[in-house]
């Protein structure tokens, strides 16, 4: 471990963020300055780091020119980036799996010419039309890869070692983000995934609240945290409150605090931590003002994480 609670990079989400302006302007097509205005609030909310999530603006999509302009504007506002988050974009769509594989390797060609270290990709899908017409789209179930297809997972496995491969190539680390109903969507899955992929550049974001918030049982989170964290190089962290009602198998969740929901991040760092944890944390929450919690976030983790760097 190298950080210390005031030097680890905490990296702000940008999910709250529209990818269209007032105007209605596409954020791919908006100038550096409106750029600039957006990533000026994160850093006003205390930030110095910040995740690229494609929800607000793909960086696989932009010109090189334009990666510049990015590049130049993150400079401009203070901000650096450990990672772009691709998110949505599973390679084994049945639909769109092979624009989403070469949307992964530009996205990879971005976060070099961008000097970001590392790109998270996951296997979920987008949400669908029923998800996008209720208040917490994880209250309706998604789009579920196919339990026990070996042809599949041996596809998975082939294209996320491809894109690992590339990663390589230009000096970038890849990372599986862990989300329900996929070949990421349970601990001991997640593991089986990246071991079968076999390339040291590829680590897990054990992304515990994308587990927890699910309405039906779930494995205990010391138990997931225990299997994924000896293998995490990046770590998407937000928490749920979670209410079970044995008596009729109801659960109910709703985002929370870090500090406050279900899970006990105090424990769970100390759990990466001793497993050699070093990665950079990204901090996101639904609803509300989410900067401003995801910024509480931020400091909750400053005051739980070690005071100075391990001998």
């Avoid at 293998?231 to 928490?239: L, R, T």
């Avoid at 909750?300 to 001998?311: G, M, N, Q």
Wanted: proline content about 7%; some cysteine.
């Amino acid at each position: 471990m190298t950080h210390t609670a005031e030097t680890w990079p905490i990296a702000a989400a940008l999910l709250q963020f529209p990818n269209t302006g007032p105007d209605g302007t596409s954020t791919q097509d908006q100038s550096a300055q409106q750029w600039a205005e957006t990533l000026q609030e994160v850093v006003d909310a205390g930030f110095t780091e910040v995740d690229l999530t494609d929800a607000w603006l793909r960086p696989g999509d932009l010109t090189p020119a334009r990666l510049d302009e990015l590049r130049a504007t993150l400079a401009q506002v203070g901000l650096t980036a450990p990672a772009i988050s691709a998110i949505r974009r599973s390679v084994i769509d049945p639909v769109d799996g092979d624009d989403n594989l070469a949307y992964s390797h530009r996205t990879i060609d971005a976060a070099a010419a961008l000097g970001v270290p590392l790109v998270s990709v996951g296997l979920h899908r987008p949400l669908t039309p029923e998800q996008q017409a209720v208040l917490w789209f994880w209250t309706v179930p998604g789009p579920k890869d196919p339990i026990g297809d070996k042809e599949t997972w041996r596809k998975a496995v082939t294209r996320l070692r491809e894109l690992a491969d590339h990663a390589a190539s230009v000096g970038v680390e890849l990372s599986l983000e862990m989300y329900e109903d996929t070949y990421l969507g349970t601990a001991d899955m997640a593991v089986a995934l990246l071991t079968d992929i076999e390339r040291d550049n590829v680590g897990l974001n054990p992304d515990l609240g994308n587990l927890i918030r699910m309405q039906r049982p779930i494995e205990a989170w010391e138990s997931m945290v225990t299997k994924t964290l000896p293998h995490a190089n990046y770590w998407h962290v937000k928490n749920y409150y979670r209410l079970e009602d044995p008596a009729t198998g109801t659960v109910l969740t709703s985002p929370a605090p870090m500090e406050s929901g279900f899970v006990s991040y105090r424990q769970a760092v100390k759990i990466a931590l001793a497993h050699g944890f070093d990665g950079a944390f990204c901090v996101e929450h639904y609803g509300g003002d989410g900067l401003s919690v995801s910024a509480a976030n931020r400091d909750y983790l400053r005051r739980i994480l070690p005071r100075r760097p391990s001998a």
